[in-house]
T-cell receptor, first 112, second 113 residues
Framework: RKEVEQDPGPFNVPEGATVAFNCTYSNSASQSFFWYRQDCRKEPKLLMSVYSSGNEDGRFTAQLNRASQYISLLIRDSKLSDSATYLC?????????????FGSGTQLTVLP | DAGITQSPRHKVTETGTPVTLRCHQTENHRYMYWYRQDPGHGLRLIHYSYGVKDTDKGEVSDGYSVSRSKTEDFLLTLESATSSQTSVYFCAITEGLAEETQYFGPGTRLLVL
């Protein structure tokens, strides 16, 4: 079983739609969670950290369910510029400090 | 912008030749990482460094070595490149209070023929 699993998609949605991505992680000792965004042929960039109580940044909402070891990302009012691959990222407490494990990513295309 | 550069940005080489990729940072970050990214596998950690001359192996370290003789430079060497090492290589550093947020360089695309 992969340490971090995501639905690879692709998700093709019209502009203005709401879309949700899910991610599960296997290490119950993980404490830090992130969503990264990666545009085609570019480096991953931090989108947002995920906090236990859930957090929102504009049109983006992240949720964490520790009991189910599940992380989600909700994008409201999708824009064409949201088209990218979204990576779920979890810290790896069993390794040396400050290591992260990356999911394979979920591809999103927002259509005009 | 975390002040990370990678060189070269693109490289084509032949099987069996040595290749060295350079990651350079300008903000005195302690932790540096090398990843490779391949379709279907996501980002996988090759090696990382937690200070000058302090390095350790990651998940996919076979066939790779690293060196960090200065804080600002982290070198990744393929001693004898193989076609399976064709990939995109990303360098990263950490920032933040807990130093767990990673920021990436622009990547190096390597093709081994």
């Amino acid at each position: 079983r992969k340490e971090v699993e995501q639905d690879p998609g692709p998700f093709n949605v019209p502009e203005g739609a709401t879309v949700a991505f899910n991610c599960t992680y296997s290490n119950s000792a993980s404490q830090s969670f992130f969503w990264y965004r990666q545009d085609c042929r570019k480096e991953p960039k931090l989108l947002m950290s995920v906090y236990s109580s859930g957090n929102e940044d504009g049109r983006f909402t992240a949720q964490l369910n520790r009991a189910s070891q599940y992380i989600s990302l909700l994008i409201r009012d999708s824009k064409l510029s949201d088209s990218a691959t979204y990576l779920c990222v979890v810290n790896s407490p069993s390794g040396s400090a400050r290591q992260l494990t990356f999911g394979s990513g979920t591809q999103l295309t927002v259509l005009p | 912008d975390a002040g990370i550069t990678q060189s070269p940005r693109h490289k084509v080489t032949e099987t069996g030749t040595p290749v060295t990729l350079r990651c350079h940072q300008t903000e005195n970050h302690r932790y540096m990482y090398w990843y490779r990214q391949d379709p279907g596998h996501g980002l996988r950690l090759i090696h990382y460094s937690y200070g000058v001359k302090d390095t350790d192996k990651g998940e996919v370290s076979d066939g790779y070595s690293v060196s960090r003789s200065k804080t600002e430079d982290f070198l990744l060497t393929l001693e004898s490149a193989t076609s399976s090492q064709t990939s995109v290589y990303f360098c990263a550093i950490t920032e933040g209070l807990a130093e767990e947020t990673q920021y990436f360089g622009p990547g190096t695309r390597l093709l081994v023929l």
